[in-house]
Nanobody
């Protein structure tokens, strides 16, 4: 496993969580990083991405203003800070890395195994 996602859990509506994505080798430091999520019965969807070159960030409308993506190149680790969580944020969250920061699932070369976030109402 080249990317390891962690930090998921069960929280109440309005709570915060920080997900981490650690790489087993030089991956996150030299690539764009993204987070996706897959809710039960739904397709995997784009959540956020941060570019490899200048650190620009892009978010899905559903999480804009509540989630923050970042990466620490020195630590070869990425993060997704999630605030004001809602029940509809419940999903398995996956991190991904690749040379281009895009929203399409197929754009990334490296994937983590996923971490479950459950938001209770």
């Amino acid at each position: 496993v080249q990317l390891q996602a962690s930090g998921g859990g069960v929280v109440q509506t309005g709570a915060s969580l920080r997900l981490s994505c650690a790489a087993s080798r030089s991956i996150i430091d030299i690539n764009s990083l993204a987070w996706y999520r897959k809710a039960p019965g739904q397709e995997r969807e784009f959540v956020a991405t941060v570019t490899r070159t200048d650190g620009r960030t892009y978010y899905a409308d559903s999480v804009k203003g509540r989630f923050t993506i970042s990466k620490d190149n020195a630590a070869n680790t990425g993060y997704l800070e999630m605030n004001s969580l809602k029940p509809e944020d419940t999903a398995v969250y996956y991190c991904a890395a690749g040379p281009q920061a895009r929203t399409a699932v197929g754009s990334y070369d490296y994937w983590g195994q996923g971490t479950l976030v459950t938001v209770s109402s």
